[in-house]
């Protein structure tokens, strides 16, 4: 029997296991599909030579986040690789805003859009200077964060506190107005907060725009060199070393729960596994409370809270085998950048944001499209590009802005001719690119779910990153933290904080709460607890200190 089962080994429960098998415990992952990774994956599955990322594929949270490089995965064979740019933002004019790793290149560029935005970056980048670190310390630690948060507002303080926790919560749009005079910098900002489901209007857009950049600046956006499986390799790799067990195709259907304690889980195929001390589920939190856990074991304040639960913008991708580079009218601005945002002006952002928050299928979608070969020269042959974009739709269609008649059902008519769309939006700002095109895998969002469950409609950060569903609303109101009502079951999913993006807290900080849980007065207190909110004296809150 081991100490510990972990459902999904995506990389918050491969995370996970490793923190526990690190501190001694014996652990098991059970993984529904045939391979490990979740959605850190790659194939050949568009052309048999070039490698494809099928889900994420560029990971600035990881090479920021201290959980990951405590796990030293480069003793695994695990490397990064960088594009000579960061990102791209190019305009149909052939202009272009670009963010690089050297922030006076950065800063000289935005110059050119407008006299004095270069000032305008250099104090942004002092922001980060003051209150970076501290920042991330309190992103990757459970809430609350509260040695992190302490050394976070004394940094605040002394910056001048206020005014950078409204510049935080203020709307992209509106703290890039108050910042640039030229497009440049509002571009960068406004494009990076939409890597999350945050409209140019939506409050904390700014403050999360800006983070990106800064990561993006510091960190780069790298790539593991061969695909970004070989991240996930790296982490089973680690595991095995260690004695822990990753078991594929085993999809776990319930989570069993005696005297209000996990002590098994049953899988599709009928096993049932004990197990000793805890059970850490990296699933969607809808998918583990009142799905994986029967209803009868949670508060029903809980159950009430989920039916608000909000879901992120469903996603539409398509990756490309291409014979060549891509023509961009920017030229080398966005053909050396492994990143690159395809919107002309901060409006048309805008515009894209309304259509989705209206049900529509945007006409002109805003894309991420990613230039795997020009960050990662293994991923395809030389002088050609392994490439892919993605956007988003909405979950439930009303309308369809572009021509095409989408409805939602996403049966092969609609794919190819979204596919088109978004080829066509790419067109725009290089021509030519169609006819480059050797191969192409549309991934459209019931696609995504079916290849990994907990991208519920193609939602690929675990839920909205919205101000209303972060730290101590994630997933609902009153938690913020890995504990559930039932003893010794952790939520390691990007469900929990601190959400969406690869970078293992969520799993890390569901080991730790395992490991503190284990020793025997906090064993007595949660039994304690679990007593109390049977009698409903808890039922709101199923957080532990």
């Given at each position: ?515 503190r849980s284990s020793r025997p007065l906090r064993r007595a207190l949660a039994r304690a607890q679990t007593a109390l909110a049977g009698h409903g004296l808890r039922s709101s809150s199923f957080s532990s200190s």
């Amino acid at each position: 029997m081991p100490d510990a089962l972990v459902i999904g080994a995506g990389p918050n429960g491969l995370v996970a296991a490793n923190v526990l098998a690190d501190a001694g415990w014996s652990v098991e992952v059970l993984e529904a599909e045939d391979e490990p990774g979740g959605a850190v994956r790659s194939d050949r599955g568009v052309h048999p030579d070039y490698v494809s990322d099928v889900f994420s594929a560029f990971y600035p949270l990881a090479a920021a986040s201290p959980v990951l490089s405590r796990l030293a995965l480069h003793e695994e064979g695990l490397h990064w690789s960088h594009a000579p740019r960061v990102l791209a933002h190019p305009l149909a004019d052939g202009r272009c805003a670009v963010l690089e790793r050297d922030r006076t290149a950065t800063a000289a560029g935005l110059e050119r859009f407008a006299p004095g935005d270069a000032l305008a970056w250099e104090h942004l980048c002092d922001v980060w200077d003051r209150i970076g670190d501290d920042l991330l310390g309190a992103l990757f630690t459970p809430f609350p964060p509260v040695r992190a948060s302490a050394r976070l507002a004394t940094r605040l303080r002394a910056a001048g506190g206020l005014r950078l926790a409204r510049m935080m919560l203020l709307p992209v749009r509106r703290l890039t107005e108050e910042e640039f005079h030229g497009e440049g910098g509002r571009l960068l900002l406004a494009g990076n907060a939409l890597h999350a489901d945050l409209a140019p209007e939506a409050a904390g857009s700014g403050g999360f725009g800006w983070l990106m950049s800064m990561l993006g600046q510091t960190y780069g956006f790298p790539t593991p060199v061969g695909g970004a499986g070989a991240l996930s390799a790296a982490l089973v790799r680690r595991l095995q070393r260690r004695g822990g067990v990753v078991r594929c195709g085993e999809r776990v259907v319930e989570v069993t729960v005696r005297a209000g304690r996990a002590v098994a889980v049953r899988t599709a195929a009928g096993e049932t596994v004990p197990v000793n001390r805890a059970v850490l589920a990296d699933v969607a939190a809808p998918a583990l409370y009142g799905g994986l856990v029967a209803p009868q074991y949670l508060p029903s304040r809980l159950l009430d809270d989920l039916h608000r639960f909000q879901w992120d913008w469903a996603t539409f991708k398509v990756d490309w085998a291409l014979s060549g580079p891509v023509p961009w009218t920017a030229g080398e601005a966005a053909a050396t950048a492994g990143t690159v945002h395809l919107a002309d002006g901060m409006d048309e952002l805008t515009r894209f944001s309304a259509q989705l928050a209206m049900r529509e299928v945007p006409d002109r979608p805003f894309l991420l499209f990613g230039q795997m070969t020009t960050a990662d020269a293994t991923r395809s042959p030389a002088g050609t590009e392994s490439a892919w974009a993605y956007t988003h739709v909405p979950h439930r269609i009303r309308h369809d802005a572009g021509d095409d008649g989408i409805t939602g059902t996403w049966d092969p008519r609609e794919q190819e001719a979204f596919a088109d769309r978004v080829e066509a939006q790419v067109e725009r700002f290089a021509p030519g690119f169609r006819s480059l095109v050797r191969a192409r895998r549309i991934l459209a969002p019931p696609t995504l779910e079916a290849m990994n469950a907990n991208l519920y409609g193609g939602a690929i950060n675990g839920g909205t990153t919205a101000i209303h569903q972060q730290l101590v609303f994630r997933p609902v109101p009153g938690t913020g933290r890995p504990e559930t009502p039932v003893e010794g079951l952790y939520l390691a999913s990007a469900g929990a904080h601190p959400g969406g993006g690869v970078h293992g807290a969520p799993g890390a900080n569901a080991a730790r709460a395992a490991l503190r849980s284990s020793r025997p007065l906090r064993r007595a207190l949660a039994r304690a607890q679990t007593a109390l909110a049977g009698h409903g004296l808890r039922s709101s809150s199923f957080s532990s200190s």
